[in-house]
């Protein structure tokens, strides 16, 4: 599906440690903010985006690490260990840029959902953790624990869909299981939705994120 939507695209460059990313507005309140699994760019998940809720704003930031050429949005050591230092600093980076940007686009933080998959879900889901106030809630395409920390967010009720896949070869789905529970003593209303599939987003979890949405989204 393209980009049907005949508004205004901002596009911006980083060469002073800003991110690269698209904003494109919406037509009610809310905003997804997009972030992409490992090798994809600030576009991979606009069209997911508009389909997702099509009436709302969609910040989408590209990541700043590269790994082999791949953008990701934090450093690893090998797969699925991640390189927690650097984890934390690019969450709190993410964190202020999507701070800034509601102030520089005009958007409502305490209405932004972040879609985020694989790479994109673990560093959203270190943003709950971390950084609980960023965001209203999150749809975390097959994602695990991004990381414990020492004292759990207060998350507030705050409604998060764990989307996985039984059988991940990339994400064991007991680990996705314990980011549910991480998720759920932290406070937050966690909808976990399991089925059977491996790591890629399928049809299946595509329609369940969007009813999920007009739930529990649609602030
Ligand atoms: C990660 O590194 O965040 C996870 O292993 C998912 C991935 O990007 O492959």
Request: aromatic content about 6%.
């Amino acid at each position: 599906m393209g980009d049907t939507r005949p508004v205004l695209l901002l596009f911006a460059m980083s060469d002073n440690g800003e991110f690269i990313h698209r904003f494109i507005p919406g037509t009610s309140g809310r905003t997804l903010i997009l972030l992409h699994g490992t090798g994809g760019t600030e576009n991979d998940l606009l069209e997911l985006g508009h389909r997702l809720d099509p009436e709302a704003a969609l910040l989408s930031p590209r990541g700043k690490i590269l790994e082999n050429g791949r953008p990701r949005f934090f450093r690893r050591l090998a797969e699925g260990v991640f390189d927690e230092k650097d984890l934390v600093f690019r969450t709190h980076e993410l964190a202020d840029f999507i701070q800034e940007a509601a102030e520089r686009y005009g958007f409502s933080q305490g209405q932004s959902i972040a879609v985020g998959y694989s790479n994109g879900a673990n560093i959203a889901g270190s943003i709950l953790l971390l950084r609980p106030q960023t965001l209203h809630g999150a749809v975390l395409l097959r994602p695990m624990v991004p990381l414990v920390p020492p004292d759990l967010p207060e998350l507030n009720g705050a409604p998060i869909l764990v989307a996985a896949g039984n059988h991940d070869p990339i994400v064991p789905v007991e680990n996705a299981r314990e980011l549910v529970a991480l998720l759920r003593r932290s406070g937050a209303d966690v909808t976990a939705f399991f089925e059977n599939a491996g790591h890629g987003l399928t049809e299946t979890t595509v329609t369940a994120a969007k009813r999920w949405l007009e739930d529990w989204g649609r602030i």
